[in-house]
């Protein structure tokens, strides 16, 4: 079954360092989200990125954080000058065009990537 | 702002017995409601969804009821198995053509005993 693939699975950093979390969508799908969980709480959204452009972005995707897609199989997650309240897990999600047995695209998630910053 | 509220925090379960999860949305744009499984170590999952304009929903073990005039949805899970202990959410969002942001809960922890 295709997956998406997160890397790394945990990461730790010092407040103010800059930090690029990767993920490798199903090769096949075009939409591309970041999600995060902080601990304890629910999933929250950042970001979404359709055709080398953000179509969606929450209050929590600010000036620090960016995302690109490099090339043809990864997409990434900038954040420029971590704080602590960045600390969280980091999950991308990706969909294609076909519809799921509810009439609406499904998205799958990866397995998250840890960020703790200290 | 909460625009999706989920209850209960935790449950506890038997092994044979329905385990029954709540959601209230605010948002009455939202026309996609989808309950996702994590397990440990693992990302969300999809389980199953639902559209507001039908009531209920099963599949298998799984059923979704869905009041819209309550703006409430609830996962019912029926003969619990071990193997269903998990953190459930329910999600929702609005349009299939948008950047598609799901709208989470806070999650349900589940678990099911022998």
């Known amino acids: 079954e295709p997956e998406v693939t997160q890397t790394p699975s945990h990461q730790v950093t010092q407040m103010g360092q800059e930090v690029i979390l990767r993920c490798v969508p199903i090769?096949?799908?075009?939409?591309f989200y970041w999600y995060r969980q902080i601990l304890g709480q629910k999933v929250e959204f950042l970001v979404s990125?359709?055709?080398?452009?953000?179509?969606?972005k929450s209050e929590i995707f600010d000036d620090q954080f960016s995302v690109e897609r490099p090339d043809g199989s990864n997409f990434t997650l900038k954040i420029r000058s971590t704080k602590l309240e960045d600390s969280a897990m980091y999950f991308c999600a990706s969909r294609g065009q076909g519809k799921g047995p509810s009439g609406a695209n499904v998205l799958t998630f990866g397995a998250g990537s840890r960020l703790t910053v200290l | 702002q909460q625009q999706v509220k989920q209850s209960p925090q935790s449950l506890i379960v038997q092994k044979g017995g329905i385990s029954i999860i709540n959601c209230a949305y605010e948002?009455?744009?939202?026309?996609?409601f989808p309950w996702y499984q994590q397990f440990p170590g693992k990302g969300p999952a999809l389980l199953i969804a639902i559209r507001p304009d039908v009531s209920e929903k099963k599949e298998g073990r799984f059923t979704i009821s869905f009041n819209k005039s309550a703006k409430q949805f609830s996962l019912h899970i029926m003969d619990s198995q071990p193997g269903d202990s998990a953190t459930y959410f329910c999600a929702a969002s609005v349009g299939l053509n948008s950047g598609y942001a799901l709208n989470f809960g806070k999650g349900t922890s589940l678990l099911v005993t022998p």
């Open positions: 990125f359709y055709n080398n452009e953000i179509s969606e």
């Open positions: 948002n009455t744009a939202f026309d996609y």
């Open positions: 090769s096949n799908h075009l939409y």
